[in-house]
């Protein structure tokens, strides 16, 4: 069992002790990278080792300065664990590892495996810890400590592991953003932030049962854990750019830069989202029929006629239908893309065309060959009837012309044909480049009068997909381009021609700075591939620039909001499928979104699937979950209500307002909130047709700068008002919902709602325009204007 209780100055004074002693070692080594980085700079400065030189003293140079930054994290949090084992041994637990000159170790870091005891040891799981001590800082000042002993016999009262230390990280103020939680992490939350990395891990919990949380630190865990990982970064997705201003801290406070974090919009680099999508189209573009319906229409571009003339070098040459079909098939069988196989449809055709040009030559020879062989016969006959008047000087049987176009003559044909602007232009109109945006433009400009297009979609569907050409992309468009990218691919030669001419371009450059710096012994190619390797740009910028980068691992947040055809543009960044996938299915919003992990599972049968689910809330109070329960029971009866980490709360409350007097109301009502919270944080969530009106009222009731909102809303201000699926993933200490009927309607509309009402960390307050709502009946009544301020 374990036992909490308070701890004597004593531990604290003997703590503080062994920290001075940390920082003393974090100090020496500062002093030590410092000295290294000067020395590194000094030794480049002189060019005494020429470019190779400066080329490794950059690279040592960042290595240095990576070492710096990682020791400035040590001013917040360094130390804030010990484990006793029975054997009498000591292990402090922090968020760096550390170790003496000697190389002993003084502090390991939290995602040692030897740590993980520290976050999952009970009385009852047989380790042979017997106390763990949450060591609470400032700075560099021991504050407090928390201690468990674990080898008492009595049953435990709960599952929390150093519930004062958590106690008190769940109910302070929240300011805006989210932090790491090292420090409290929860065994369950512990076993799935070290599963193991390969398939696809699913992690499913209700509000506030830690999954973003854990999803961060499991990127951490697995950066530090795994190199091939880190060589190849994580991608972090979330639901929006707000949310993904919320979780940005969270793992460069943990160390961790090689990490790219982005909504499911921006992974198509240079396209730009401008338009917004009907909840209809929304649906269809993310149906997985849409990935047929794109296939389809590349494949109709490579659909061939019944035989084509081709004009060259003053000739038709006619090519006919099944040599047309017979190349085509050649193309689609290399299993290229369709822009890459151009080249493979091309080269057939020419191969085909030097065929008919050789034969035609031929032909033209053999024509001439008879006609010269014919006036050499009428010569030789007019010769043989003047013979008896001729001396004997003619001999023989007359005279043989013979040839055929030698190799060199249709190798030049064919180079020919490859240059010729005529059989280009017969080459683009049966096997056309295309881009992924003409695809699209063609295919949603004709979809709705030609069913043929989309024969599995009905009229209604192919209608919603119609849009005018040139009309901007919308979100659910996104995974279409990237499908339509893939299914296209990149004309290598293109791309070939381009690196050759940027391989040109640094060996010159090589050759002028090895002309400059008169340094002997190093190759100018040596050098260029040097300068090449040497990308100054970040992993996660390099990764972020490229379409077709390889993540080592996925993270999915809000999971349960990706349409099919979000997931196969997403399952394509991670060729090694090795994803962790955190989401709610009963808080779905998205049109296109899924309700169910098991249609997600059956969707890609072929992936390792698992599935974890998380239980405890630690963000909400009992009450708010309690007040939140009969909107989860609409959205699915079965469903297992999680269990707050923290009893009671403030007792939620509804006012009945009405269209007119919401504005007033709600303003009246966020001023008492923000009194009640004390420097707390409160978010209004509306629907998106009245925050603007909502957000100007507050900014002149309370003052400007403590009200945010918009499309990209300040979080750190006092009051921020936000749409439902701005508030996704996000808390605030107090949350008021406003206009509860309209944020509850369209299809997924109680998602929207059930996520409004658990984003509080400790009040809630709905306001509703008409009679209550059924989910609503059992919140007291409260009236609409509160009274005078209660504040001194
Ligand atoms: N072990 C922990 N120690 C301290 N705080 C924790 C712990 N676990 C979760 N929290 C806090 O609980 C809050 C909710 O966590 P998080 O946002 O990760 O939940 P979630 O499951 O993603 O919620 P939602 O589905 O509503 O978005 C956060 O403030 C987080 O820091």
């Not at 500062?30 to 190779?52: H, I, K, S, V």
């Not at 084992?85 to 995602?111: C, E, F, K, Q």
């Not at 059930?754 to 209550?772: D, N, Q, S, W």
């Amino acid at each position: 069992m374990t036992r909490r209780g308070s701890v004597p100055d004593a531990a604290i004074r003997l703590e503080q002790q062994y920290l001075d002693g940390l920082y003393a070692r974090v100090e020496e080594l500062r002093e030590e990278t410092e000295a290294a980085l000067a020395a590194t700079n000094r030794a480049g400065a002189d060019g005494a080792d020429g470019p190779r030189g400066l080329v490794d003293r950059d690279a040592q140079a960042s290595r240095l300065s990576e070492r710096r930054a990682n020791l400035d994290r040590a001013e917040h949090g360094l130390c804030f664990g010990r484990l006793d084992r029975r054997d009498g041994s000591a292990t402090y637990i922090g968020r760096m590892g550390l170790r003496d000159a000697d190389l002993n170790p003084l502090l390991v870091d939290w995602r040692a495996p030897v740590a993980s005891d520290f976050y999952t040891a009970t009385a009852a799981s047989g380790t042979d810890v017997q106390r763990r001590r949450h060591i609470r800082t400032q700075g560099r000042t021991v504050v407090g400590v928390n201690d468990e002993l674990l080898d008492l016999d009595r049953a435990p009262d709960n599952d929390l592991v150093g519930e004062g230390a958590l106690m008190e990280a769940l109910t302070a103020h929240r300011t805006g953003r989210m932090g790491e939680i090292v420090a409290t992490l929860q065994g369950e939350q512990d076993e799935v932030i070290r599963a193991d990395a390969d398939g696809i891990l699913v992690v499913q919990g209700g509000p506030g049962t830690g999954k973003t949380a854990v999803a961060l630190h499991r990127a951490a865990y697995l950066l530090y854990t795994y190199p091939r990982i880190a060589e190849q970064g994580v991608l972090v997705v979330g639901p929006s750019p707000v949310f993904l201003a919320y979780i940005e801290q969270v793992l460069p406070s943990l160390g961790e830069t090689q990490v790219v974090l982005a909504t499911p919009d921006t992974l198509l680099p240079g396209t730009a989202v401008t338009r917004a999508e009907s909840p209809d189209a929304a649906r269809v573009k993310g149906d997985i029929t849409m990935a047929g319906v794109l296939g389809s229409a590349v494949r109709a571009r490579q659909e061939m006629p019944d035989g084509v003339d081709v004009t060259f070098a003053g000739d038709v040459l006619r090519v006919a239908g099944p040599v047309l079909v017979d190349a085509a098939e050649r193309a689609r069988r290399t299993g290229l893309a369709h822009n890459p196989a151009r080249r493979v449809f091309a080269e057939g055709l020419w191969s085909h065309l030097t065929e008919l040009v050789r034969d035609r030559d031929r032909q033209l020879l053999e024509d001439t060959e008879k006609g010269f062989e014919k006036e050499l016969r009428s010569a030789d006959a007019a010769i043989a009837r003047q013979a008896d008047q001729l001396p004997s000087a003619v001999e023989g049987g007359g005279t043989e012309v013979t040839g055929t176009a030698g190799e060199h003559e249709v190798t030049h044909v064919r180079r020919e044909l490859e240059q010729d602007p005529i059989v280009a232009a017969v080459v683009d109109g049966l096997w056309p480049a295309l881009t992924p945006e003409g695809l699209l433009e063609d295919l949603f400009g004709q979809v709705a009068d030609r069913p043929e297009l989309a024969p599995d979609l009905s009229a209604a569907d192919r209608r919603a997909l119609a849009r005018a050409s040139g009309a901007g992309w919308s979100a659910a468009d996104v995974p279409l381009l990237d499908e339509a990218a893939e299914l296209l691919g990149v004309d290598d030669t293109l791309a070939d021609a381009r690196l050759d001419a940027r391989r040109r371009e640094e060996l010159r450059y090589a050759q002028r700075v090895l002309a400059a710096s008169g340094v002997q012994g190093v190759s100018a190619e040596d050098l260029a591939q040097r300068f090449a390797e040497r990308d100054s740009r970040s992993l996660a910028e390099r990764a972020s620039a490229d379409r077709t980068w390889a993540y080592g691992h996925l993270i999915v947040d809000e999971a349960q909001e990706l349409s099919p055809m979000q997931w196969r543009m997403l399952l394509r960044r991670v060729p090694s499928g090795s994803l962790t996938v955190v989401g709610d299915v009963h808080q779905t919003a998205a049109a296109a979104g899924t309700t169910s992990w098991d249609t997600l599972v059956a969707a890609h049968p072929r992936r390792r699937w698992r599935r974890v689910d998380l239980s405890v809330s630690y963000r909400t109070p009992q009450a708010v979950l309690d007040a939140a329960a009969p909107v989860l029971r609409a959205l699915d009866p079965q469903a297992p209500a999680p269990v707050a980490a923290r009893e009671g709360g403030e007792a939620p409350w509804r006012v009945a307002s009405t269209p007119g007097t919401v504005t007033a109301d709600v303003v009246d009502l966020a001023r008492t909130e923000v009194a009640a919270l004390d420097g707390g944080h409160l978010a209004v969530i509306a629907p998106a047709g009245r925050v603007t009106e909502l957000g100007g009222a507050l900014a002149a009731a309370l003052g400007g700068t403590g009200v945010s909102f918009g499309v990209d809303p300040d979080l750190t201000a006092e009051v921020v008002v936000l749409t439902p699926e701005q508030a996704k993933g996000l808390e605030f200490d107090g949350v008021l919902v406003a206009d509860v009927e309209e944020v509850a309607s369209g299809p997924r509309g109680l998602g929207a709602l059930y996520v409004a009402m658990t984003r509080p960390t400790t009040r809630l307050g709905m306001i509703h325009l008409g009679p209550v709502p059924d989910v609503l009946a059992d919140l007291p009544l409260r009236s609409p204007a509160p009274g005078p301020d209660p504040t001194p």
